[in-house]
């Protein structure tokens, strides 16, 4: 099964990589934004890999009608490429608040690639929080910045509705980094209650809950190296730095710019 789940894991990122020149290609810079799991592979070389693409956009700027043509237009591009065998794309969801496709195919040898691309329609970051990514031929990525993508990542671990052990993972190559999220972008959770749910939300990720969700994403060596004590460490590293941020010592009050953007 090695060489299939290689291959389905090169063909996927392959294709992301195609999906991102193509739709930042056709984008008026500002109208979309990478963020999520693959925007820190994009931006700070994480090695956990990802099936889904996470972009951001402001519904007062971009019409849902303009995002459709965008991403329509991408997808056939990419898919142009000749990755996929039969592809089949879907749009389950095209909302006000959300888009979503998603794009299922096989690859030439047999392994089957299941890829999403969601929208969220809720805004962008203040602009000081963008970052660019060149890639291939010179095409220009738009991303949420380090200290972005760590306020994103402290509302994820923090949420009421998942347990994502990837949060944790996500978290440490954020702080590896040097990220600080904007207080802006946190005020709500910097209070008893936050730093309360955070201890709670470290109990829930267990040792055998990342063991089986986080390293089958990672490369072969460093998921077979990874043990229950770095585990541990990691816990650690991650619950000290966002219960700092939370008791109000993120970015500076002053001027909530994070530190310098990459």
């Known amino acids: 099964m ?137 095409t220009q990525i738009t991303s949420y910045d380090r200290h972005a993508l760590a306020a994103t990542k402290v509302h994820a671990l923090l949420s009421e509705t998942r347990v994502a052990p990837r949060d944790l993972y996500d978290l440490d190559v954020l702080i590896r980094m040097k990220a600080v999220p904007p207080l802006s972008m946190i005020a709500g959770l910097c209070n008893e209650e936050g730093r309360e749910r955070l201890y709670q939300k470290l109990d829930l990720i267990t040792w055998d809950l990342f063991r089986a969700q986080v390293l089958p994403h990672l490369p072969e060596q460093q998921a077979a190296a990874f043990t229950q004590d770095d585990f541990g460490a990691l816990q650690v590293r991650v619950g000290l730095a966002v219960d700092h941020w939370l008791g109000g010592r993120g970015a500076d009050r002053n001027d909530d710019s994070g530190g310098p953007t990459p």
Request: proline share 4%; charged share 25%.
């Open 2 to 138: 090695e060489p299939l789940l290689s291959d389905e894991r090169i063909t996927r990122e392959t294709l992301q990589w195609h999906l991102l020149e193509s739709i930042f290609a056709r984008a008026v810079r500002g109208e979309v934004l990478l963020k999520g799991g693959f925007a820190l592979r994009a931006l700070l070389g994480s090695e956990r890999d990802t099936q889904d693409i996470d972009l951001q956009q402001d519904p007062q700027r971009v019409p849902l009608g303009r995002l459709q043509k965008l991403m329509r237009g991408a997808i056939r591009q990419a898919l142009g490429s000749g990755l996929l065998l039969d592809p089949v794309i879907t749009e389950p969801k095209q909302t006000s608040t959300v888009a979503r496709w998603k794009i299922n195919g096989r690859t030439r040898i047999g392994s089957r690639i299941h890829l999403t691309i969601e929208v969220s329609r809720r805004g962008l970051p203040d602009e000081r929080h963008w970052a660019n990514v060149t890639h291939g031929a010179g």
